[in-house]
């Protein structure tokens, strides 16, 4: 998602873009820029989240890629995104370009047993070396710009914070149909959660909250969207257990330009992360939205909310779960927070501001060649 923010805000800046990737997902054409991708010696049609051995091939595939492409093609700059920065760094000295480095997630969010957490140390050593060795370093949220800092040795760091995942608004039409669609009664109140099902999201805590809920509030519905077929059978059959499964749905995946409906169709949206220092994509869907927000009182979660846009909740399962009861008793607080919300994404979260914010970054770095900046990203 934020790459191809980044590729639409480079290409309407006039820059010449060729975007080197992963082999899966969905082809798209704009103007000005070239999709390049790496072969699929695995067959896979999804790639999770966080480090794997499949992964790790596929970046020995980009770099075997870049170099032909750099041997081949004049670029300004090369901007590497995540694990990928320490190869923008090495095509950058190969070609002479120009690196950037962006930085999207703290690894210690994605720690889950040794062998993970082995790689994740190594990758850290990597991270600081392309912190090091870029020509600028880009950050979603501040607490990644502190960690980038604190390692950087001067390399300069720039704050370009995340935005909504979609640039396109909720149609009335369509709120009014999914709100028909997915409550039983006039009186339900939706509570919905937008998300992976990995450990730092969560949702166990969530799962654990639910019953508490319904036991104060039988009249609140609970939407799941995000997961694996298995991760939502698992699920469906823990809230089985509790006797609370018919008041939770599992929507499954919703591409990005579908969300905003859900989102804008529900009355309070829910974000349990339980870790981390980036700031969680889906609040800025939260935030355009206008919907009330119950979130768990963590960094991740304070970076953009505070007590106007948000009910905050310890993260433990009582205190979540009053936090819900509070807002699902309260329609006027409810709206209230979305309304802050709102005027908080208008003022601050969009796309003409994430543009500008890269266009400086690019127009800081020196220009070794004289040509126009373009870009190889993934």
């Known amino acids: ?69 750099v041997l081949r093609n004049r670029y300004d700059v090369i901007h590497g995104i995540e694990e990928t920065g320490i190869i923008a760094i090495m095509l950058s000295r190969l070609s002479g370009a120009r690196a950037i480095f962006e930085k999207h997630s703290d690894p210690v969010s994605y720690r889950n047993g040794f ?66 669609l997915l409550r039983r009664g006039e009186d339900e109140v939706l509570l919905t959660y937008v998300g992976s099902f990995a ?89 355009k939205a206008g919907r009330s927000i119950v979130a768990t009182d963590v960094e991740a979660n304070r970076l953009i909310l505070d007590e106007e846009t948000a009910q905050f909740a310890a993260p433990d399962a009582q205190a979540l779960a009053r936090a819900m009861i509070t807002l699902i008793e309260d329609g006027g607080r409810r709206e209230r927070f979305g309304a802050a919300g709102r005027k908080l994404y208008e003022s601050r979260y969009t796309f003409r501001e994430y543009a500008r914010r890269l266009a400086v970054c690019y127009a800081s770095l020196p220009d070794q060649t004289g040509g126009d900046h373009g870009s190889i990203a993934r």
């Open 199 to 287: 450990a730092y999201q969560g949702l166990e805590l969530l799962l654990a909250a639910i019953p508490l809920v319904i036991a104060r509030c039988p009249q609140a519905r609970f939407l799941i969207i995000g997961g694996s077929r298995s991760e939502i059978a698992d699920c469906r059959q823990r809230l089985r257990e509790k006797g609370v499964d018919l008041a939770v749905s599992f929507l499954g995946k919703r591409a990005p330009d579908r969300l905003p409906n859900y989102l804008a169709a529900s009355d309070i949206l829910l974000s349990t992360r339980l870790s981390g220092v980036n700031t969680p994509l889906k609040l800025l869907d939260y935030l």
């Open 1 to 69: 998602i934020r790459v191809r923010f980044n590729i639409l805000a480079l290409a309407g800046a006039g820059c010449s873009v060729d975007l080197l990737t992963l082999p899966v997902g969905k082809g798209q054409k704009i103007e000005g820029v070239r999709i390049i991708r790496v072969g699929n010696p695995f067959r896979v049609q999804n790639i999770p989240i966080g480090p794997s051995l499949h992964k790790a091939v596929f970046d020995l595939l980009i770099l075997a890629k870049g170099v032909q492409l």
């Open 115 to 180: 062998f993970r957490n082995l790689i994740l140390t190594v990758y850290r050593w990597v991270e600081t070396l392309s912190v090091r060795y870029a020509d600028a370093v880009i950050c979603t949220g501040k607490g990644l710009v502190r960690q980038a800092r604190r390692v950087g040795a001067g390399t300069p760091v720039y704050h370009i914070f995340d935005i909504p995942s979609s640039l396109v608004d909720a149609r009335a039409k369509n709120i009014a149909r999914l709100r028909n």
